[in-house]
């Protein structure tokens, strides 16, 4: 019994440790975040989708 329960409280925290998104990848999310902003204001869609297209690419790249 003891055993069953240790495996199963070790197994949730594994999944709520996996479940965390990396610094970089955060860093990298408000920037591009930052950067449509921007664009909204100045109403200029070509830099948009470049960034657009930069946030998918790391979406991509760690789907979490």
């Not at 449509?36 to 789907?63: F, G, L, M, T, Y």
């Amino acid at each position: 019994m003891k055993k069953t329960l240790f495996v199963m409280a070790l197994a949730a925290g594994m999944l709520s440790f996996s479940s965390c998104d990396s610094a970089k990848e955060n860093q990298v999310e408000d920037q591009t975040e930052r950067t449509e902003d921007i664009q909204d204001d100045a109403d200029n869609p070509v830099p948009e989708e470049a960034a657009e297209e930069r946030e998918d690419s790391v979406d991509a790249a760690d789907p979490s």
